[in-house]
């Protein structure tokens, strides 16, 4: 007696075990001499679960098929919107960072401006110190604005 071999149809997926000597026609579908033999021992076949079964076969067909596979890729290909998506995110994150440092540097460079004005406005009153208290006065005035113009000057620069 011919030995026994699992044969499948990859054109419905019926599978039956059969003699090694025949071509059997798919009794499922009738088509015409297309059942293919699994290049695996029946015993080794019968031994799996009905999930394995399906994933081998399922293989065996892909594999005889490489359109078809191509097929079965093709929507993950049309489809990879988080592909494009993530990269967008990785340059916006960068742009974050580097308008932060942007913004960082404009604030420096407005205290430092400040601070170079308030230096010089008290080196200047230094100056002229035995002067009149009216004038004094009037400059501290002028200080006290100082905070205020400051922090208006801030709120425009993070408008740009
Ligand atoms: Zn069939």
Redesign the pocket.
Known sequence: MRELAVFY??????YAYYQTSRHPQ??????PG??SMARIHYTEFMHMSCQERDEYLSQAILASNPSLLERLIAPHKKYNSRAVIAEMSTVIMNLDTENKILNDTVNWMHDTIWQLLREKRRAEQAQSAPAAAAQSASSQAAASREPHSTSQDKDDSEER
Do not use: E, R
């Open positions: 149809c990859p054109k419905c997926g019926y798919c009794p499922k579908c009738q088509a297309v059942m």
